[in-house]
C-alpha cells in the first residue's frame, strides 16, 4: 500500500499487531512514524495536537467521544477487529479537508478467503499494582464488569425539572417531602476504600468464512472481545499553578498541590458483525460494530490550597466513573463496468456516540484547624452528572476511472462526493452537598456526610442539604447540529518517466 500510494503514508497491520502483542488501538498507532500517544487514547500525529488530526472508521467519519476534542479515542477499539490502521500524512482531493496534521483510518476486519476460527486468552501481571491491598476503589453496580453502569449512579430524581431548594422546602410541606426524599436517593458513599485489586484479563474470538454459491460468494465475519485491566499509582500528583498578582514576578506559584493514590479499572467489550455478497462485478457489505468501555476510578489525595491567601490542609476524596459506548453500521457496495475500467464505490453509515459520567463525587475535608470542617474555603462537596449524546449520518459516493495516459502508462481519474450531518446533545447537572452547623465532621471520611441522622429534616434544621446548580437555568447545556457537504475530483497520472503526479480539487461546505 505505501508503495503504490501517490500520498504520504504509513500504518500498521493485524498481522505486525499480533507479532507486538497491543491490545488496543491506542498501543498499536503509537508504533508508527511520527505518531503519538497524549492521555492514552489520543493521536498527535508529527507533533500536533488532536484539533489538528482526524479520524475515519472505514473511511466514514464517526463523532468523538470528547466534547473537547476533534480526535476519536482510540483506546476503545480492541486489536482483534482490526484489519489495519493507515496514516495519511499529506493531502489529496479525496480525502476529508478537516486536518492537517494526519488523518487516521481505522479498518476494521473484512471477509477471509477460507475458513477461520480463532481464540485468544490473556492474563497480565504488575506486581505493584495487583493483588495490592492498598487499592483504592468504590461500590459501583453489579455490571461494572461489562463496561455500564446498571442504575446504582442514577440521578437521585427523575423529574429533573422539579427539584426544590432547601429555601422552598422551609413551610412548605409538599416542597419538604420531595426535597428529603432526593436528600436520602443520593448514594451516602463519598470515600475512596482500600481494596485487593485484581489482576488484567482478556479474552477475544473471531471467526469467518467464503462460501460459494453459484456464481456468487457469499461472506460473514464475526469478532468479540473483552478486556478488563486494573492500574494502581502509589504516588499521584495533581498540582495547579498561577502567575503572582505582582506583575514584576514572573515565578509560577503553588496553587492547589494534590498528592496521594489513584486506582483505575477499565472495561473493554466490542463486538463486530458483517455479512458480504460478491458476484463478479459487485460487492454488498453490511457490517454492525459496537464497542462498549466503563472506567471507574477512585483517587485519595493529601491537599494542599495555597490560593488567594488562603493555606490550609485537606484530605481529598475523588469518585468517578465514566462510560463509552459507539455504535456504527456500515452498508457498502462496489461496482465495476466496462471490463473494470469504470468502478463505483458508495457508503452509507449511521453512528451512534453516547458518553456519560455519572455521579463524579469530590469531597474535601479540612485536616489543619482544630478538628475536622467542611467549608466554602476548602470546597463544597460535589455530585455531578454529565451526559453527551452524538448521532452522525453520513454518505458517500466514490466513482474511479482507470486509462492509459499518452506514453502508455497506468492513470486514474477519481470523483465524488459526500454529506455528513451530525447532531449533538451535552448537558451537565450538578449538586453541592453542604454540611450545615448540625453535622458534627469527626474524622476524615466523607461517608458520614449523608448519614441519616445528619440529613436536613424536622430533626435536623442544621443538616446536610444539597444545592442544585442547573436551576432554574442550565448554563452547561447545548444542543447543536453540523452540516458537511463536499465534491472532489483528481487525476493521478505519469507525466514522465520516474514521476507521478496527482492534480485534484475539493471543495467543502461546512455549517455548525
Known sequence: MKKKSANVIDGISAETIDQTGDGNAAEAIKRVTGVSIQEEKYVYVRGLGDRYTQTTLNGISVPGLDPNRNALQMDIFP????????????????????????????????????????????????????????????????????????????????????????????GNPDKAKSFKTILKNFNKNMAAKRNASFMDVSLGLSAGNQMKRNDLKIGYNVALSYENTTTFYNEVEYNFYGKPD?????????RELQQGSLGKNNVVLAGLGGLAIKSQKSKYSLDVLHLQNGESSAGLYN????????????????LEYEQRSLTNALLNGIHSFNREAWEIEWKLSPTLSIVKSPDTRYSRIRTDGPGYSIGSE?????????????????????????????????????????????????????????????????????????KDENLWGEENPNGTIYSPNFIPNNPNKYSSNSNRASLYASNEFVPFTNMTATLGLRAELYRL
Open 79 to 170: 486489536t482483534n477487529i482490526l484489519s489495519n490502521m493507515i496514516v495519511s500524512k499529506s493531502f489529496s482531493a479525496e480525502l476529508p479537508a478537516n486536518f492537517t496534521g494526519g488523518l487516521v483510518n481505522i479498518r476494521t476486519k473484512d471477509f477471509p478467503t477460507k475458513k477461520t476460527f480463532r481464540i485468544s486468552a490473556g492474563a497480565g501481571y504488575t506486581p505493584s499494582m495487583h493483588f495490592n491491598d492498598s487499592y483504592l476503589a468504590y461500590d459501583g453496580g453489579n455490571t461494572d464488569f461489562l463496561g455500564f453502569d446498571d442504575g446504582t449512579r442514577s440521578l437521585p430524581t427523575k423529574n429533573t425539572d422539579d427539584v426544590p431548594f432547601q429555601a422552598e422546602a422551609i
Open 246 to 254: 505582582d506583575r514584576s514576578k514572573y515565578e509560577l506559584e503553588a
Open 303 to 318: 491537599y494542599t490550597g495555597a490560593n488567594q491567601g488562603a493555606n490550609f490542609q485537606a484530605k481529598q476524596h475523588n
Open 378 to 450: 476548602a470546597g463544597i462537596p460535589k455530585r455531578i452528572w454529565r451526559d453527551l449524546h452524538e448521532m452522525n449520518y453520513q454518505g458517500k459516493v466514490d466513482v474511479k476511472r482507470s486509462y492509459t495516459f499518452f506514453n502508455d502508462t497506468e492513470a486514474k481519474f477519481k470523483f465524488g462526493g459526500s454529506y455528513t450531518y451530525k447532531q449533538r446533545d451535552y448537558e451537565i447537572k450538578a449538586f453541592d452537598i453542604v454540611p450545615q452547623s448540625g453535622v458534627d465532621i469527626t474524622g476524615t471520611n466523607p461517608d458520614q456526610i449523608l
